[in-house]
């Protein structure tokens, strides 16, 4: 399974994503490394992306999903992922991938980005984020997830609705998301079954 944790800016993807990697015993990857230095610069001067910008680095991702896809390996990737184009862009063609949508406060992440030095993502860009943002919808085969206080709750969470318990699987096995992706199993629950949302709060 390639698992994309999405959010907007401040949201707790990467704390969220490197711990879920950490307890899954999956490889983990950054979607700021996959931007172009053009991009970040933008970002830095205060500059909104623009689709042309985020194009390539949609393509970035999905190549590196790709890589891992092709070595059967397991892995998780953090990504905005704002619009439906882009989840959409990401998840068609690749079974093993499945996205988990971290549905944050907007109050909330102005305070995380506040309080968050030495990133080239500045506050003032939030709203331009929110302007951007397209909510997962039914029928995007998407997790919608409301983000607790703490990040490892956040994880248990995830963790509860993809796989059906706290634990996981054990690192190096399949869950049974991921044998389901092969079509030689059930998913965990009956919305995931039916291919709509699963929202959870923790």
């Known amino acids: 399974m390639i698992l994309i ?3 907007v800016s401040g949201s707790g993807k990467t704390t969220v994503g490197a711990m879920l990697a950490g307890r899954l015993g999956w ?8 931007h172009p230095a053009a991009n970040i610069e933008k970002m830095r001067a205060g500059t909104p992306l623009t ?5 390539p680095w ?5 190549a590196w999903m790709d890589e891992q896809i092709a070595r059967d390996e397991s892995a998780v990737i953090t990504c905005s992922a704002l619009k439906r184009s ?3 862009m990401l998840l068609r063609g690749r079974p093993q991938a499945r996205m ?3 549905a944050a406060d907007r109050q909330v992440l102005a305070r995380r980005l506040a309080a968050r030095h030495g990133h080239f993502f500045p506050q003032q860009l939030l709203g331009t984020q929110f302007e951007d943002l397209e909510p997962p919808r039914p029928g995007e085969h998407v997790v919608t997830i409301v983000p607790a206080g703490d990040p490892g709750d956040t ?3 995830i963790i509860a609705v993809l796989f059906g318990g706290e634990d996981g699987p054990v690192a190096g096995e399949k869950g049974p998301v991921e044998d389901a992706a092969a079509g030689t ?3 965990p629950s009956a919305s995931e079954a039916a291919g709509g949302d699963h929202e959870a709060e923790a």
């Open 5 to 7: 944790v999405a959010g």
């Open 27 to 34: 490889r983990f990857a950054d979607a700021d490394e996959f």
């Open 51 to 55: 689709d042309d910008d985020r194009w």
């Open 58 to 62: 949609l393509r970035a991702i999905g």
């Open 86 to 88: 882009y989840r959409d």
């Open 100 to 102: 988990v949508f971290l």
């Open 155 to 157: 994880v248990a969470s």
């Open 185 to 187: 199993s059930t998913p």
